[in-house]
């Protein structure tokens, strides 16, 4: 089993940078690609990005690209997102998952979920 933890969320202005952690353990993630989602009050959950095992694969949502950056530490089984230009409609859950079965980018395909941490924008 794998447990997953993310940090770093908390209460930014518009305009602001946060780089939220996911932290793995119970087993290595260094061969999982490892993905970010968010989900804010009554919307779906909702793709941000995902990292491939080595780093060398990333993708990002449409709605952060640009703004964010995934990266991960194989050596501390983490994975980190970088937002910045941060705005209102930026408020939500942000979680971390490992393991996908097919697709990257869909939320059902992923076998490991973190708790999530809030992060909420204000304008």
């Known amino acids: 089993q794998v447990q997953l933890v993310e940090s770093g969320g908390g209460l930014v202005q518009a305009g602001g940078s946060l780089r939220l952690s996911c932290t793995a353990s119970?087993?290595?993630?260094?061969?999982?690609?490892m993905g970010w989602f968010r989900q804010a009050p009554g919307k779906e959950r909702e793709f941000v990005g995902v990292?491939?095992?080595?780093?060398?694969?990333?993708f990002y949502g449409d709605s952060v690209k640009g703004r964010s950056t995934i990266s991960r530490d194989n050596a501390k089984n983490t994975v980190f997102l970088q937002m910045n230009s941060l705005k209102p409609e930026d408020t939500a859950v942000y979680y971390c998952?490992?393991?996908?079965?097919?697709?990257?980018?869909?939320?059902?395909?992923?076998?490991?979920w973190g708790r999530g941490t809030q992060v909420t924008v204000s304008s």
């Open positions: 998952a490992a393991d996908p079965d097919g697709s990257w980018r869909s939320p059902e395909d992923y076998n490991y």
């Open positions: 119970g087993r290595t993630v260094n061969n999982y690609p």
């Open positions: 990292i491939g095992m080595n780093g060398g694969t990333i």
